[in-house]
């Protein structure tokens, strides 16, 4: 007999505006301990100093999250020129300064390098492994890491303002795997001045903004007064809300069953290719994630929701 979960069987997404200070891990751990939730996790790490959008699945949405993990990403933030850092950003050591400040036209020029397809090193203080420990770990033991460039897409990089001549502020919208600060290293390499990230924060990611987001200040002011568990329900977005870049079927009464089970599915659909990434909903509700094939949904994600704890 399989071991029983402790906790509610709570499933939905959540939009977090995160803090500086705490790590996404913190947020996770807070919110299901707050949910009283079985399993939570999160699609996409941002730095503890870090503030913005963190979507956070509990139960059944656990499922999709490496769709919003793969999904594209935006951020604002702030490099400030003149200095580079241990860590890429501004919680680190200086490491070395520079005199020199790049014009706008300057930095304008050298943005085209850091768009589409290109390789960045991650930063020394990251969660890399290296022969199975993390980059992090061992930068804080004095031990430099030979990490290798990874590839990053990089859909869109633009200067948004330029407060002062030590500073410009930058959005940028990119795939998965991103570091920001590497952004910020390298374009400070390339303007031959140096620069690190002051602040960063994290816009969307997937089809989830920062509209309406949850603040742990909110978490922490309705468990104080109410408790934790149901009182925070209301702030749940459904697990179909993490699917909504896909394409979606219908599975008839005998598909649905079937999928629940794991086995392929009867579905009703119009104009999607065979081997198509798609999900079958029954009844207005996720039944799981699969490949179509010849009318029917092959399921790699079963997702069990229970109407009556599932946002």
């Given at each position: 007999m399989g071991r029983t979960r402790k906790g509610r069987a709570v499933s939905g997404w959540l939009v977090v505006d995160k803090p500086a200070g705490m790590t996404s891990t913190d947020v996770v751990n807070r919110l299901r301990w707050a949910f009283?939730?079985?399993?939570?996790?999160?699609?996409?790490?941002?730095?503890?100093?870090?503030?913005?959008?963190?979507?956070?699945?509990?139960g059944e949405a656990t499922k999709t999250i490496p769709l919003i993990a793969d999904a594209l990403k935006a951020y604002r933030f702030r490099v400030t020129f003149g200095s580079a850092t241990?860590?890429?950003?501004?919680?680190g050591r200086i490491t070395e300064h520079r005199e020199n400040r790049p014009s706008d036209a300057a930095i304008e020029a050298a943005l085209a390098q850091f768009r589409g397809q290109i390789f960045q090193v991650p930063p020394q203080y990251s969660a890399v492994k290296v022969d199975g420990e993390r980059a992090y770990d061992l930068?804080?033991?004095?031990?430099?890491?030979?990490?290798?460039?990874r590839p990053l897409?990089?859909?869109?990089?633009?200067?948004?303002?330029?407060?002062?001549?030590?500073?410009?502020e930058f959005e940028m919208v990119c795939g998965k795997g991103g570091y920001v600060r590497s952004i910020a290293r390298d374009l400070g390499q390339a303007l031959g001045c140096l620069g690190h990230v002051a602040?960063?924060?994290?816009?969307?990611?997937?089809p989830f903004v920062l509209d309406g987001a949850l603040t742990m200040d909110t978490?922490?002011?309705?468990?104080?007064?109410?408790g934790r568990g149901a009182a925070l329900d209301g702030f749940l977005l459904p697990l179909e809300t993490a699917l909504a870049l896909l394409p979606e079927v219908r599975a008839t009464a005998e598909g649905a069953a079937r999928l629940r089970h794991g086995n392929a599915g009867t579905v009703i659909t119009a104009g999607l290719d065979w081997g198509s990434l798609c999900w079958a909903s029954h009844q207005g509700r996720a039944v799981a994630l699969?490949?179509?094939?010849g009318g029917e949904l092959h399921p790699s994600r079963v997702f069990q929701q229970d109407s009556d704890n599932t946002a």
């Open positions: 009283q939730a079985q399993k939570a996790g999160h699609a996409g790490t941002l730095d503890p100093a870090a503030t913005g959008l963190l979507a956070v699945a509990l241990d860590t890429d950003d501004a919680e930068a804080r033991e004095g031990i430099e890491s030979d990490l290798a460039a897409w990089v859909d869109r990089l633009d200067m948004v303002a330029r407060p002062d001549a030590d500073h410009a602040w960063l924060r994290r816009l969307w990611s997937g978490v922490n002011a309705i468990v104080t007064g109410q699969g490949h179509y094939r």
